[in-house]
C-alpha cells in the first residue's frame, strides 16, 4: 500500500488539507496527518481546529511514498521555516518519492532547494517565493517527483494527480468518477 504523511502547520488552508486528505483515501492511500510541533492540535488559517495523527518528531525517519503540504497563510510560511521537514523533502526527493504542495506551499519546496530549473505553480502572488522554478499558472503541475497546485480550487485535480502518481491513472479516474468529476 503506498504511504504519505501530509504535514499541518497553524495557518493551513482547511480546504488544501481536509480535501487532499480525502481524496487520497478514496484512492487507498494510507494517509497520515503530521503535527509540525509536538501539539496534536492544529489551527487552519480559518479557525478550524483539526487533531492529526501524529508528530514531525515521531516520522521524521520515515520514508514513505509521498510527503504532501497544504498550503494557506501562515501554514505554508511555518512549513517553509521547519527545519526538520526541510531535510524531510529533500531525502524523500532525493530518494525519488514524490514531494508535493499546494497554493502557498510550493515555497518550502523552494527554501529546500528543489525547484531549481522545475516547473511549479503557486497561489498567484507568491511567485517570488520560488526562486529558481519555472513558475507557471496551470492549476497543478507534475515535474519529475514534484507535484505542485495552484490553490483551494484546484485540490480535487492536486489530490488525484496525487493518486495518479503513487496508484496510477486509472485508480485516479475511479476516484474521479466517484467524485462525480466527469469532465476530467
Known amino acids: 500500500m503506498m504511504k504519505a504523511l501530509l504535514f499541518f502547520a497553524n495557518g493551513f488552508e482547511e480546504t488544501e488539507a481536509i480535501g487532499t486528505l480525502d481524496v487520497l483515501l478514496r484512492g487507498g492511500v494510507d494517509v497520515r496527518t503530521v503535527s509540525i510541533t509536538d501539539d496534536l492540535t492544529v489551527e487552519g488559517a480559518h479557525g478550524q481546529k483539526v487533531i492529526v495523527n501524529t508528530t514531525i518528531s515521531a516520522v521524521k525517519d520515515e520514508t514513505v511514498d509521498a510527503l504532501i503540504l497544504p498550503g494557506g497563510m501562515p501554514g505554508a510560511a511555518n512549513l517553509a521555516e521547519c527545519e526538520t521537514l526541510r531535510d ?20 518550502a519546496l523552494a527554501k529546500a532547494g528543489l525547484l531549481n530549473g522545475v516547473d511549479a505553480t503557486c497561489y498567484p502572488g507568491f511567485e517570488g517565493e520560488l526562486s529558481g522554478a519555472n513558475c507557471k499558472t496551470s492549476g497543478v503541475v507534475h515535474s519529475g517527483n514534484i507535484i505542485t497546485g495552484r490553490g483551494p480550487g484546484y485540490v480535487f485535480d492536486f489530490g488525484l494527480t496525487l493518486i495518479s502518481a503513487l496508484k496510477g491513472k486509472s485508480v485516479a479516474d475511479d476516484v474521479a468518477a466517484g467524485l462525480l468529476l466527469g469532465g476530467r
Open 88 to 107: 524531510m523533502l529533500v531525502k524523500h526527493h532525493k530518494e525519488g518519492k514524490i514531494v508535493s504542495a499546494i497554493c502557498a506551499a510550493p515555497m
